[in-house]
């Protein structure tokens, strides 16, 4: 199985690197794939070029304040949480998104993708084609669904 | 401490040069930030060697070509010493504490907060201290929803004030201490009062600038006063032990000078002991977390200025600095004062000093061929020299984002959590701050050590 077969295409589905994360946590929100809202987005800059990814987990880490370290962690308050989202939705894109990026190709296998997302502790991987034109993501979660359309059709 | 006198024998030949392009091109690439400026160090110290502008049995035991083995033993001691007591959680306790004091009130906040910073500064270094202060300071901001840059910033030139006071305060101290053998309690007696002095107008500038700025809403200051300090606290038994050997060590400080023991002695003892008792099985994280590019930049830097003073760059310029004051010392140590403020704002201290501590040494020299030792080192007419020079390199380093490594940190940190301070920011304080604090020094210097002699 190919990356091609499985990927999420990218066609509107990606965000710009000077939007704020307002606009990029609602877009996220309303755009679905396989049923569900997405966890992660490319960016690109002039709608072509890849410059970094955006996943949830990086718009989490946005919320905690870099100086919450081991020492102070505990001294929080009510309303932080709160005040914090605010803050992060006025954020830009560029502060959070994760750059220099591990990518596939569409014609990569699956299960190579699947190893390098583990080997790199990743989620998602950008498809890009040898021009560097951003095709698709394809997320461990797409490896997943179409493992379970082969083991599950076998049980049954 | 004897200096080891060498004898003086160079033309303006080949290595002349050699020595003095290694230098300027390393200066140029460390303030341009190209390259790591350990790594500039590192490069330019293995040049002079390769190159044999100085030979590597002077740049390993002669201290006055190569490596001061007691600035870097009292570094790595005072590191290892602090990496130990970092994660008991001690020094968030206090900050808190202090807030709490404060009543949750924005500008008393940055009062204590300025205060703990400089008196830590002084016992600790710069650095420790900025990271120590700025984490809490950013949290209490937050809560009160009042800017962190002007706390962040009053913390800067705070920790460079206080490091001010002592011999363990700034890099600049440490190293001065040593070449001109001078002890901790020489560095309270002569820099204590001008700091205290210069600590008191800088608050009352505080106060004026900000007294009325910062405000927040009650409701926000609960937020503090229902904070329990006593969370910070990681490990009891551990911030005793570290607070014995801290008290234990600063003791050793305060005796060396009487005692006999170099700074780095101490130092070494308290690291060693702390290290002993804690209990730690496995001193690999309290060793890897010494700065060791601070130490190795030190290390190379130690070299180049041998080189430097190897083919007699050094004696002349301080033959030159002596030609431009005509011989008048109350001129010379203003000269350095300034020029040294200016300097250590534009560049680095560390590499400063580095260069300076060899020239004032060889201007003695020249004043007072026939002294040696600590007649010549601690010629009264001297002194004022080592001070102008330890106020100016300090005091400077508040000019800019960039004078000290105190302020880079602050300015990182700052960014990190998502405010960024702009180097015209830090200008627009620092520059004003370190002009009065070094006129204040000036004044200082004269009245002192020449007004009424």
């Known amino acids: 199985m190919r990356v091609k077969e499985i990927m999420e295409p990218v066609t509107s589905n990606w965000l710009r690197p000077e939007q704020t994360l307002y606009d990029a946590i609602c877009t996220m929100r309303k755009t679905k794939w396989e049923e569900n809202s997405v966890n992660g987005m490319v960016v690109l800059e002039h709608g072509i070029q890849l410059v970094g990814i955006v996943t949830i987990k990086d718009i989490v880490k946005a919320i905690v304040p870099s100086y919450l370290d081991d020492n102070i962690g505990g001294f929080t308050w009510d309303g932080m949480f709160e005040e914090r989202a605010e803050k992060v939705g006025e954020m830009l894109v560029r502060d959070i998104m994760t750059g220099e990026l591990i990518t596939a190709k569409p014609d990569d296998m699956v299960i190579h993708c699947a190893d390098q997302m583990l080997d790199n502790q990743v989620q998602r991987l950008p498809v890009v084609d040898d021009t560097g034109k951003v095709l698709g993501i394809i997320r461990l979660r797409d490896v997943y669904l179409a493992m379970t359309t082969i083991v599950c059709k076998v049980s049954e | ?453």
């Open chain 2, 1 to 453: 401490m004897e200096s080891v006198t060498a004898v003086h024998h160079f033309q303006m030949d080949m290595s002349f040069w050699v020595a003095i392009t290694i230098f300027v091109v390393a200066l140029i690439l460390i303030v341009s930030e190209k390259i790591h400026k350990t790594i500039v160090a590192i490069c330019g110290a293995s040049l002079m060697l390769v190159l044999k502008i100085v030979d590597q049995q002077q740049a390993f035991h002669l201290e006055e070509y190569g490596v001061d083995w007691n600035v870097i033993f009292l570094l790595v001691g005072m590191m290892v010493i602090i990496n130990l007591m970092r994660p008991t959680g001690i020094f968030e306790y206090m900050a808190i504490r202090s807030a709490k004091l404060a009543k949750g009130e924005p500008f008393r906040i940055l009062i204590i907060f300025a205060v703990i910073t400089a008196v830590l500064s002084a016992l600790l270094d710069n650095v420790t201290t900025v990271l120590l202060i700025a984490p809490v300071t950013l949290l209490i901001a937050d809560a009160l929803q009042v800017d962190a840059i002007p706390f962040l910033i009053v913390e800067a030139l705070s920790s460079n004030i206080g490091g001010t006071a002592t011999l363990i305060g700034d890099p600049p101290n440490i190293m001065i201490a040593s070449k001109a053998n001078l002890n901790f309690l020489d560095f309270v007696v002569h820099l204590g009062p001008v700091v205290l002095v210069i600590m008191l107008v800088f608050l009352l500038i505080i106060k004026i600038i900000f007294g009325r700025r910062l405000q927040t809403k009650e409701a926000l200051k609960q937020r503090i006063l229902s904070m329990d300090e006593l969370d910070a606290i990681k490990d009891v038994k551990m911030v005793k032990k570290s607070l014995f050997v801290l008290a234990l060590v600063l003791t050793g400080f305060i005796l060396h000078g009487a005692l006999h023991y170099e700074p780095a002695t101490v130092a070494l003892f308290g690291a060693g002991l702390l290290l002993l008792i804690s209990g730690t099985k496995e001193p690999e994280q309290a060793l890897a977390e010494v700065e060791w590019p601070v130490v190795f930049f030190f290390i190379g830097l130690f070299i180049m200025v041998g080189g430097l003073v190897k083919v007699g760059f050094i004696s002349m310029m301080s033959t030159e600095v002596l030609g431009l004051t005509e011989g008048n010392l109350f001129q010379t140590s203003m000269l350095i004062l300034w020029f040294s403020a200016v300097a250590s704002a534009v560049v680095d201290n560390i590499p400063y000093v580095a260069t300076m501590n060899p020239l004032v040494i060889d201007m003695a020299r020249e004043l007072w061929p026939e002294l040696s030792g600590n007649d010549l080192l601690h010629h009264k007419d001297l002194l004022p020299i080592w001070w102008s020079l330890a106020l100016g390199a300090c005091l400077g380093g508040n000019g800019s984002p960039i004078g000290a490594s105190a302020n880079v940190i602050v300015v990182g940190m700052a960014e990190k959590a998502g405010c960024r301070i702009s180097f015209m920011r830090f200008v627009a304080y620092g520059a004003p701050i370190t002009f009065v604090t070094v006129f204040i020094a000036m004044i200082y210097i004269w009245l002192r050590y020449y007004a009424f002699y």
